[in-house]
C-alpha cells in the first residue's frame, strides 16, 4: 500500500503516522512518566544521600538517563522499577566516585535533622513530644547511614518508598529471598539500635 490511507475492518480511514508525530508522542508519555514518579526517585534519592542538591542532580541525570534510553524500554517491569533501577546505579556510582569521601562530605551538606523531623507526620501536640521525635528520627537516620549499602538501598526502599518485595528485586536485581533477607538484616540492626539507646 502506498503512504495515502489504511483502511480498517470497521471502514474508518487511518492516516500513517509520521516520524515526527510518533516523537511528539513519545516526548508526551515521558513528560507524564516524570511528572508521576518524579518525587518518589528524588524522595529515594534524598533518603539514600541526605544531600538535598545531590539528590536533585541525580534525579535529573536519572530522568536524563531514561530519556535518552526510553525507546529501548521494553516494559517488562513497571516504569517506576525501571526508573528506580536507575537511580540505584546512579546512587552507586556515587558511592563508587566518592567512597573516600563520604562521612566530610555528608557533615558539611547533609539534610537538617530539623527539618527531616518535620516532613514526618505526627500527632504529637506539644513541643516536647515533637523534640523528642525529631531526635528519634534523626537517631534513626543515623543508623540507617551505618547499614552496608545494599541494606540501606532495601530498607529504604521498602519503608520509605513503600515497594513491595518484588519491585525491591527488580529495581535491584538481586532475587526476593535476597532482598528479604538484607531487609531482616537491616531491621535487626535497627532495632537492636533502637534498643540499645533506651
Same mark, same amino acid.
Given at each position: 500500500?502506498?503512504?495515502?490511507?489504511? /483502511?480498517?475492518? !470497521?471502514? #474508518? !480511514?487511518?492516516?500513517?503516522?509520521?516520524?515526527?508525530?510518533?516523537?511528539?508522542?513519545?516526548?508526551?508519555?515521558? !513528560?507524564?512518566?516524570?511528572? /508521576?514518579?518524579?518525587?518518589?526517585?528524588?524522595? &529515594?534519592?534524598?533518603?539514600?544521600?541526605?544531600d538535598v542538591? $545531590? !539528590?536533585?542532580?541525580?534525579?535529573?541525570?536519572? &530522568?536524563?538517563?531514561?530519556?535518552?534510553?526510553?525507546?529501548? &524500554?521494553?516494559g517488562?517491569?513497571?516504569?517506576? #522499577?525501571?526508573?528506580?533501577?536507575?537511580?540505584?546505579?546512579?546512587?552507586?556510582?556515587?558511592?563508587?566516585?566518592?567512597?573516600?569521601?563520604?562521612?566530610?562530605?555528608?557533615?558539611?551538606?547533609?539534610?537538617?535533622?530539623?527539618?527531616?523531623?518535620?516532613?514526618?507526620?505526627s500527632? *504529637?501536640?506539644?513541643?516536647?513530644?515533637?523534640?523528642?521525635?525529631?531526635?528519634?528520627?534523626a537517631?534513626?537516620?543515623?543508623?540507617?547511614?551505618?547499614?552496608?549499602?545494599?541494606?540501606?538501598?532495601?530498607? $529504604?526502599?521498602?519503608?520509605?518508598? *513503600?515497594r513491595?518485595?518484588?519491585?525491591?528485586?527488580?529495581?535491584?536485581?538481586?532475587?526476593?529471598?535476597?532482598?528479604?533477607?538484607? $531487609? /531482616?538484616?537491616?531491621?535487626?540492626?535497627?532495632?537492636?539500635?533502637?534498643?540499645?539507646?533506651?
Amino acid at each position: 500500500m502506498g503512504t495515502s490511507t489504511k /483502511s480498517m475492518a !470497521a471502514g #474508518t !480511514a487511518v492516516k500513517p503516522m509520521t516520524v515526527e508525530t510518533a516523537k511528539e508522542i513519545a516526548g508526551q508519555e515521558f !513528560a507524564r512518566i516524570v511528572e /508521576s514518579h518524579r518525587p518518589q526517585i528524588f524522595r &529515594f534519592l534524598l533518603a539514600s544521600l541526605r544531600d538535598v542538591d $545531590l !539528590a536533585e542532580t541525580l534525579t535529573q541525570e536519572c &530522568f536524563l538517563k531514561a530519556h535518552r534510553n526510553w525507546g529501548s &524500554f521494553r516494559g517488562d517491569s513497571s516504569a517506576m #522499577t525501571w526508573l528506580m533501577r536507575i537511580a540505584i546505579n546512579l546512587q552507586k556510582d556515587h558511592w563508587r566516585n566518592r567512597r573516600l569521601q563520604f562521612w566530610r562530605h555528608t557533615q558539611t551538606n547533609s539534610v537538617d535533622l530539623d527539618e527531616a523531623g518535620e516532613w514526618l507526620p505526627s500527632g *504529637e501536640r506539644n513541643v516536647e513530644q515533637q523534640l523528642l521525635a525529631q531526635e528519634q528520627v534523626a537517631h534513626v537516620w543515623k543508623i540507617v547511614g551505618n547499614l552496608s549499602e545494599r541494606q540501606r538501598t532495601v530498607f $529504604l526502599l521498602r519503608y520509605v518508598e *513503600e515497594r513491595e518485595l518484588s519491585e525491591i528485586a527488580q529495581a535491584t536485581g538481586l532475587s526476593e529471598g535476597t532482598v528479604k533477607a538484607h $531487609l /531482616s538484616r537491616a531491621l535487626s540492626k535497627v532495632r537492636a539500635e533502637l534498643r540499645g539507646t533506651r
